[in-house]
Each structure stands twice: as C-alpha cells, then as structure tokens.
C-alpha cells in the first residue's frame, strides 16, 4: 500500500482534494462511495494507492447501484489527520503546498462540484457551481476568478457557502483555471470536464 499522502505530488493532491470532498476517516480507515457511473474513478484510486489489492464493493442503495472502497492503513490514516483530515465538518483548511492546490481543488470540484450544460430551446445553459464549509470555500476561492453569485446557508452543524458560475465564457474559465498543467494526468472526472469550445 502507498501512501501517496506523505510526498505529496499532483496526482495524491488530487485524490485528497476528492477525499476531502467525499471520504470519511474513521480511526485507520478511509471510505469512499460513489455512483455507479464514476466507479472508475475509484478502481484508479485502488490503482494508485493500494496496487488494486483492495475490494470495491457494490450495494444497491434507494434503487441504485454504488461502489465503495475501504482502505485501511493506520500510516495513511495518521498523514491524512497530519494534513489536517477530520470528520466532515472538522475538517480544517488543508496543509498542502501551493504548487499542488489546482490538482487539490479539480479533485474536490470533482468530489462535490456541478457541472451543468443543458441546451433548450435553441439556447444552452452553462453552470458550474462548487460548496463546503463557508472558511474552506473562502479559502479556495482565492486561487478561483470571481464568481457570478454565492450564497450562505446556515446548518445546525456548520455554516456552508456555494459559489457559482454563470455563463460559457465564466465556467471555460473555471475548468481552465484547475484542468490538468500535466498531459500525463489522467486522473479526473471526466463528466465533469468537457472539452468548451
């Protein structure tokens, strides 16, 4: 098992922007699950961290399919707390060096972001939008062009901000601003980074 955690790289800034978005650590193990249509984005994960030694494994939930992936590695487990990874709504800002915050935030885009395009009546929409816990959101959106909009929403556990984007012109220049700066990075989302002519 790798911990790709510990010398960090823009492919582990990547999967730990996904995680950050995505994942809960409970004591040594981490757990991801996600929709049928992105399982393949965790076999990569299985890939890179674990040699694809690790089980997915598949569960029918509210009439749909899921895949989960455990990974269990007190070494890992002890980077990702180091690096500052809690709980959901413990989570503190990230410790991640600035040369790899891009691959961080296309990874939780990709975890908890929306990609919209929808054509109607001859006119298509074009929305990107992307939410957290209000400081965490402030704090990747320093490294992001202006938004159109944002809003602040009031938990009971937290208080979130979802920043949006508006416009063909507005969102190209979003997924432009975190695509891949490496050819040989491959991994990403793919539904949620189409080709904007």
Known sequence: MNNIFK??????AYILGYFWADANLTNNSLDIELNEKDKYILDKFNRIICDSKNKIYRRERNNSVCYRLIITNKEIA?????????????????????EFIYSFIRGYFDGDGCFLMKTKNLSTE?????????????FIEQYLPACS???????KTCVSKRI???????????????KPTNINEDVFLERKHPVLH
Do not use: C, Q
């Open 78 to 98: 002890s980077t990702l707390r180091d690096i500052g990874f809690a709980k959901k709504n413990d989570r503190i800002i990230p410790k991640i060096n600035e």
């Open 149 to 155: 909009r944002y809003e602040i929403i009031n938990w």
């Open 164 to 178: 949006y984007y508006f416009g063909k012109e507005k969102v190209k220049n979003f997924l432009n601003i975190i």
């Open 7 to 12: 010398n960090m790289n823009h492919e582990s």
């Open 126 to 138: 074009y929305r990107v939008d992307i939410a957290g816990r209000k400081d965490f959101i402030e």
